[in-house]
């Protein structure tokens, strides 16, 4: 959420950012802030004369006047009325504060002032590439879907006949790669200094506001009817939300999170994209990394959140190359954001496996996540970033192409052997 003192002191400014992202008028805004900065003026104004009030009366009864003469009388009903009054305003500044918040939530975060200018992902800039050296040369590279299926490794029709399309059932081997995928990040991040969280799946609607899923992408989550209760689209929500109303210690600070979880998603607006394969799917896994820090170091700590994505593609010497979204393509939350995209061989191009982005403050004003610090007055908020470490779905895939060998095997990447305990797939 952006913060309302900063709307109201560099409207201007702040209405410019937020055009290079899209179309997002804060006139409404600023008008409801303006009623509600007039209705606090009139009730200091008021407080303060009711305060002289009790103190004339008291005062002038001291001073031998007649507690039950007109004078009093008439300063005890002025008293009266203001009490009146006073009453009133307090819950029409509480509704116009409501009003705010409604029209705070659906905004965006203001991209970073180093994100490049841009109207969408044409826009996008590459960063790096890494690994060109590991583009396999065969030709003939079978699509992942179709390499699964032959090596009865991966399983649509039965899982579309169990929920619909875009499901997947891993069998026997590709099962095990996938849970040697999750153990093999997990075990990466964790020496890297990230904490394990394994959190709930299931969020309130309270959750998915403190993160921005909610209120404008409630068509993008699956609803439980009877309960007001979310499937997890990514677990940024569930371990964000672990924080949430919490005031930390500075030296708490930075907090690393890595999690496991299976997400959910409607992919309500990719009707017809990706309907093969492992790309887009229902459901998917993915291990998340999660980081809550002090606002000095969150752009050091985003290029770190980077590198440590990086480094599983590394590892499993998979090519990648690094995109920075350009403003017209950032995420809701996000103000600054760079997406790692992997090669995908029977495609004859890249495709995203992460997504790392630093979202300031913007998720710690939603969630009320705050921090003291020695010397300073008062709380300040966390800074908050997230990426995907990665997805697995995709990393199989990009693992059942990049390694698929000519007689229609798979090599296994050296640093999963010891998971699978095999070779070949
Ligand atoms: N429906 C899905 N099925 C499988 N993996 C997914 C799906 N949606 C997202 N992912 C993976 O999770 C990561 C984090 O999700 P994110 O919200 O950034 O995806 P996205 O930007 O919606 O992806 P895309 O642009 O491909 O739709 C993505 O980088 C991608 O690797
Ligand atoms: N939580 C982020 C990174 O994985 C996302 O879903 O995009």
Redesign the pocket.
């Known amino acids: 959420m952006l913060d309302i003192k900063l709307i109201r002191e560099n409207s201007a400014t702040v209405q410019a950012r937020l055009n290079l992202r899209g179309e997002y008028d804060l006139q409404p805004i600023l008008t409801l802030d303006e009623q509600r900065r007039q209705l606090e003026q009139e009730r200091v104004v008021l407080q303060t004369r009711s305060n002289d009030i009790g103190k004339l009366v008291g005062d002038k009864i001291k001073s031998g006047c007649d507690p039950k003469g007109e004078e009093i009388k008439a300063l005890r009903e002025e008293g009266q009325q203001i009490k009146i009054k006073l009453s009133e305003l307090e819950p029409k500044e509480k509704e116009i504060d409501a009003q705010i918040n409604q029209l705070l939530l659906p905004i965006p975060n203001l991209p970073s002032e180093s994100t490049p200018v841009g109207k969408d992902e044409r826009e996008n800039l590459e960063i790096r590439r890494w690994g060109d050296k590991y583009i396999p040369t065969n030709p003939n590279i079978l699509h992942h879907a179709d390499i699964g299926e032959k090596l009865n490794i991966l399983e649509f029709k039965q899982a579309v006949k169990v929920a619909q399309a ?1 499901f997947v059932a891993l069998k026997g081997a590709g099962a095990a790669l996938e849970r040697a995928l999750i153990q093999f990040m997990l075990d990466r991040h964790t020496n890297n200094g990230y904490l394990e969280v394994i959190p709930p799946l299931l969020v309130n609607s309270t959750s998915l506001t403190a993160t921005g899923q909610l209120p404008k992408f409630a068509e993008e989550s699956f609803k439980c009817d009877a309960d007001d209760l979310w499937l997890i ?2 677990s940024e929500v569930s371990v964000m939300n672990l924080y949430r109303d919490e005031i930390l210690e500075a030296e708490q600070l930075p907090i690393y999170h890595c999690s496991y979880t299976p ?1 959910f ?1 409607r ?1 309500a607006g ?1 009707y017809g994209r ?1 309907t093969r394969g ?5 459901q ?1 896994n ?1 291990v998340e990394m999660v980081k809550l820090v002090h606002p000095d170091s969150s752009e050091a700590e985003h290029e770190k959140l980077v590198q440590d994505a990086e480094g599983v593609l590394q590892a499993l010497k998979l090519p990648y190359r690094v995109i920075e979204l350009c403003t017209g393509d950032l ?1 809701f939350s996000a103000a600054k954001c760079y ?2 995209e992997v090669w995908l061989p029977s495609a004859g191009t890249y ?5 790392c982005s630093n979202v300031r403050d913007f998720q710690a004003r939603r969630a009320n996540i705050r921090f003291k610090e020695a010397g300073k007055k008062g709380t300040q908020y966390i800074h908050a970033l997230n990426g ?1 470490g ?2 697995v ?2 990393t199989m895939a990009a693992i059942l192409e990049n390694y698929q060998q000519p007689d229609e095997t798979i090599r296994i990447p050296d640093v999963l052997q010891p998971y699978l305990r095999r070779e070949i797939l």
Not at 278 to 282: S, T
Not at 351 to 355: G, L, T, V
């Open positions: 875009r689209p990514t997400c998603r992919e990719s990706d492992l790309i887009r799917l229902h998917f993915k995420g997406d790692i495709r995203e496996i992460s997504s995907s990665l997805a779905g995709r």
